[in-house]
């Protein structure tokens, strides 16, 4: 047993288990014949279940996941994957009836009766708010607010935690600049969340559920959702201890753990480690290495990737509807890589210009 | 015939009221607004002074020194008999790292951004290193911090007059 503690542990640092998650992730999106069943969804369920209750007989992982502020985060979880299982669920039982040349089940004749939405809609919405509020006011009975002592400008809890909803943007930072992490990132991810309507303009799906008409929409969003908001919701929250530094689930949260983790920069990398020189003085041809690859990634790749996979995109999608998308996903995919980066390489930014507060 | 004219009234009489009407709405707004304005500042300020006298050279051991770190956010440090003055903000994010002593190093707690004792940076996501105060002797002797003044590592302030001082 404690061996399988400690293999759990190792496996659920990031690198291990964000690819673990990926690998999984993505065969789940290759198989949705599989995981939109019934049957899989009931198996997921009590694995995770048996596994969990398993889990929590460990007093330290209890310790963890009974704080006041992470038991939400323990429901949400079982939310995310209810409201993600089902949609997926729905959309494989469509997909089979499209596949025998049925119509979907929202669109069969009895399923396009339509209903007032009062007393339909009300009433259920009545409902809900009357459930949530006695939920609201028991959780205000039984859990005490988490409250610290009043806040000290010169003195931080350790570890120190955002609200658990920011808790994926708090590991996003730790990869990234603060003006990139904190602040262009959650605007892109804003604006772009509000402009996929704009972009995807395709009818497919509209009305009633599908995968199979939707794969690349659908598979590129819950990528965005899971593995880079939920996911590293889970890391920050479970896994980050004293330090920010990495605890398994079974680790104790020991203040000294001492981890190596020199970050270098990309220009380091270059011009110390393999050409054996110093840093040049000025910071353009520094950074000269820098620039080429963040060009590259951002421009050169765009009409590669258009070549071999997006023309087909952009031939139903319209020049600039899918250069934004190009740039959406190019802005997602940016924060995995970084991650991969600095877990291979130790690297810390690829372009440093901490002269400018300009580091990517 | 006059009873009708007292119970309605005339033009000049509805825009008096008018004017008294709204002169007393504008004035109660502004003095509302006033109040939430005033609010918005608090009534009193525990942040600490911006420079400070901090004894004098003897006073401080080789390393590290927390003394001033809860009362003004600075660190002491002493290498070679050269003092500087450090600032506890982390460079990430602006959160306040802890000092470390068994591992020597200072660590972030938001981000795990970590410095050397003398403030370099070389872990976690830290752009470049803490910040030096400037700071000097006044002419009792007695060593001064002050925090208006800043020099920055990158941008080659570290050897500049006032960034240090030698005992």
Known sequence: ?360 | MSDEAKTSLNRREFFSFLAVGWITFGAATAGLASLIFRFTYPNVVFEPALDFIAGVPGDYAEGVDERWKNGFGVWIYKKDGRLVAMSNICTHLGCIPTWLPAESKFKCPCHGSGYYPNGINFEGPAPRPLERFKIFRNPEGKIVVDKTKVFRYEKGEWNSDGAFIDS
């Open chain 1, 1 to 360: 047993m404690h061996m399988i503690k400690l293999g759990i542990n190792f496996l659920s640092s990031p690198l291990y288990s964000f690819t673990l998650f990926i690998v999984l992730f993505v065969l789940a999106m290759k198989r949705m014949d599989i995981v939109g069943t019934k049957k899989f969804g009931m198996g997921l369920l009590i694995f995770t279940l048996v596994v969990f209750a398993w889990m929590v007989s460990d007093p330290v992982f209890f310790s963890v996941i009974s704080l006041p502020d992470n038991i939400p985060i323990i429901i949400l979880n079982g939310l995310v994957f209810w409201s993600t299982w089902y949609a997926l669920y729905k959309g494989n039982q469509n997909d089979i009836r499209i596949a025998a040349g049925e119509p979907p089940i929202e669109g069969t004749p009895e399923n396009r009766e339509k209903v007032w939405a009062w007393p339909n809609l009300v009433y259920t919405e009545l409902f809900c708010i009357i459930a949530c509020t006695i939920f609201l006011i028991v959780w205000a009975i039984f859990f005490k607010a988490p409250l610290e002592e009043p806040a000290n400008p010169t003195w931080a809890p350790n570890p120190a935690k955002a609200p658990w909803y920011f808790l994926g943007l708090q590991e996003m930072l730790v990869y990234f600049d603060p003006w990139m992490a904190g602040v262009v990132l959650p605007v892109i991810i804003i604006i772009g969340l509000i402009a996929i309507p704009f972009i995807d303009t395709n009818p497919k799906g509209n009305g009633y559920y599908t995968f199979k008409e939707r794969k690349f929409a659908i598979s590129a969003f819950l990528f965005g959702w899971l593995a880079l908001w939920v996911f590293l919701i889970q890391i920050g929250t479970f896994l980050r201890g004293p330090n920010w530094t990495f605890y398994g689930p079974f680790e104790f949260w020991d203040t000294h753990k001492v981890v190596a983790e020199n970050n270098i920069n990309l220009s380091e990398i270059m011009w110390i480690k393999l050409f054996g020189i110093a840093l040049p003085k000025n910071i353009f041809v520094r950074e000269v290495f820098g620039l080429i690859v963040t060009g590259l990634y951002l421009v050169a790749s765009v009409p590669l990737i258009t070549k071999k996979w997006g023309h087909k995109y952009q031939e139903r999608m319209g020049t600039v509807r899918y250069y934004l998308m190009i740039f959406l996903i190019l802005g997602m995919m940016s924060l995995p890589i970084k991650m991969y980066l600095r877990w291979f390489f130790n690297l810390k930014y690829i372009l440093a210009m901490p002269e400018f507060e300009l580091n990517l």
